[in-house]
T-cell receptor, first 116, second 115 residues
Framework: AQKITQTQPGMFVQEKEAVTLDCTYD???????LFWYKQPSSGEMIFLIY??????QNATEGRYSLNFQKARKSANLVISASQLGDSAMYFC?????????????FGGGTRVLVKP | DAGVIQSPRHEVTEMGQEVTLRCKPI?????LFWYRQTMMRGLELLIY????????DSGMPEDRFSAKMPNASFSTLKIQPSEPRDSAVYFC?????????????FGPGTRLTVL
């Protein structure tokens, strides 16, 4: 079974609008971390935001916020006020508990294209 | 502060040749990861080190691949002999594993083409 699922292979968003990127995960470990990375066309992987499984509040970093719904095992990324520079691939990743080491498992990614 | 440094950025080689990819992690980080990204398989972990010790190499595709971390500031990923199916982008990432965080920061990647 897939541990990280990103169901949206690609999407368009109008500049200045908000966009939500879906991510669901599967783990039986009570301690885990969820990460989002951005990969622009230049290829580098840029860390955006982190949510720990025990965090009480949803993580926010500037225009990025994470809609963490633990019972549903979802960790959707919300980008507010989209900019042209937000056009990129976005990857959701999970780090399971200490026993599993701190390696990341990545989803397949969602390509976002921001239209002017 | 300098981020993760990888070299070379691009490598084109012929099948059968030895390829060595290099990585310098962020200073002070205690974990280092090698990932491979392809269109078919996405991002997959090859191997990772904690405090210079290999912890999990289950993602290394076969014996042609080997990785070393002789000290805290340097790691290599070697492919010998290389094959066309090894063509991919290889990322190195590092993190500082602590109580509060273990975010991995990625290098710019090495794009490997094996002809």
């Amino acid at each position: 079974a897939q541990k990280i699922t990103q169901t949206q292979p690609g999407m368009f968003v109008q500049e200045k609008e908000a966009v939500t990127l879906d991510c669901t995960y599967d783990t039986s470990d009570p301690s885990y971390g969820l990460f989002w990375y951005k990969q622009p066309s230049s290829g580098e992987m840029i860390f955006l935001i982190y949510q720990g499984s025990y965090d009480q509040q949803n993580a926010t970093e500037g225009r990025y916020s994470l809609n963490f719904q633990k019972a549903r095992k979802s960790a959707n990324l919300v980008i507010s006020a989209s900019q042209l520079g937000d056009s990129a691939m976005y990857f959701c990743a999970m780090r399971e508990g200490v026993a599993a080491g701190n390696k990341l498992t990545f989803g397949g990614g969602t390509r976002v294209l921001v239209k002017p | 502060d300098a981020g993760v440094i990888q070299s070379p950025r691009h490598e084109v080689t012929e099948m059968g040749q030895e390829v060595t990819l290099r990585c310098k992690p962020i200073s002070g980080h205690n974990s280092l990861f090698w990932y491979r990204q392809t269109m078919m398989r996405g991002l997959e972990l090859l191997i990772y080190f904690n405090n210079n010790v290999p912890i999990d190499d289950s993602g290394m595709p076969e014996d042609r691949f080997s990785a070393k971390m002789p000290n805290a500031s340097f790691s290599t990923l070697k492919i010998q002999p290389s094959e066309p199916r090894d063509s991919a982008v290889y990322f190195c990432a590092s993190s500082l594993v602590s109580v509060n965080t273990d975010t991995q920061y990625f290098g710019p990647g090495t794009r490997l083409t094996v002809l």
